[in-house]
């Protein structure tokens, strides 16, 4: 039975038997998830495991750049920007190495995607502990963006609104009649993903 965690500040890569490896013991459909490189602290930044071990570890957010970071701090690393600097290192090696026409197990594009400068980066998940020991990750990050996507749109509506409200006819009506001309609503967080849930996205 899988073990279930809270939701976690995580890094973690889409599985590829090249660099992570399978065995008989792995779970079977493994090359479908994305494994958990490693959990950090919500507000330090600071790998949970460091903090486990009493490591001691810098935590001002004037972090080192890419070329700070070699493979030779690879077991030092306990900073989640510096673990996303040293993977993106090692994964702009790989995309360079590897065929573009090798075949992902599961994903087509599983090229393209790596190749991104943005591939490694924070994430929010579910962390699950799969009965072969693997960790891997449900991600939630993705709700986020399209939340943060649609309140820009909606803080938009509101502006369009307000100019609306503050024409001198607008106000006109509003005293006379106190309602507002066009009785316009302005939007809100109530209601904001009703589209969403109308257009089976959630």
């Known amino acids: 039975m899988s073990i279930k965690n809270k939701n976690d500040l995580i890094i973690c890569e889409l599985y590829n038997p090249v660099i992570h490896g399978k065995t008989d013991n792995s779970c079977s459909n493994i090359e479908t998830h994305y494994l958990v490189y490693d959990k950090f602290d919500g507000k330090t930044g600071i790998s949970l495991a460091c903090i486990d071990d009493n490591e001691e570890?810098?935590?001002?957010?004037?972090?080192?750049?890419?070329?700070?970071?070699?493979?030779?701090?690879?077991?030092?690393?306990?900073?989640?920007?510096?673990?996303?600097?040293?993977?993106?290192?090692?994964?702009?090696?790989?995309?360079?190495?590897?065929?573009?026409?090798?075949?992902?197990?599961?994903?087509?594009?599983?090229?393209?995607?790596?190749?991104?400068?943005?591939?490694?980066?924070?994430?929010?998940?579910?962390?699950?502990?799969?009965?072969?020991q693997e960790?891997?990750?449900?991600?939630?990050?993705?709700?986020?963006?399209?939340?943060?996507?649609?309140?820009?749109?909606i803080l938009k509506e509101r502006q369009i609104i307000l100019k609306k409200r503050n024409l001198p006819y607008s106000l006109y009506e509003r005293e006379i009649l106190h309602i507002w001309l066009y009785t316009y609503n302005l939007p809100g967080l109530k209601g904001m993903l009703y589209q969403l849930k109308n257009n089976n996205y959630c």
């Open 135 to 153: 960790t891997i990750a449900i991600l939630k990050t993705f709700w986020l963006r399209i939340i943060q996507k649609k309140w820009k749109n």
């Open 57 to 132: 570890y810098d935590t001002d957010p004037e972090y080192d750049t890419d070329e700070d970071v070699d493979e030779d701090n690879e077991n030092r690393i306990g900073r989640i920007d510096d673990t996303i600097n040293f993977l993106r290192k090692h994964y702009k090696k790989f995309v360079k190495k590897i065929n573009f026409y090798e075949k992902h197990p599961t994903i087509r594009n599983y090229h393209n995607i790596i190749s991104k400068k943005d591939y490694i980066r924070k994430e929010i998940g579910e962390c699950i502990v799969l009965p072969t």
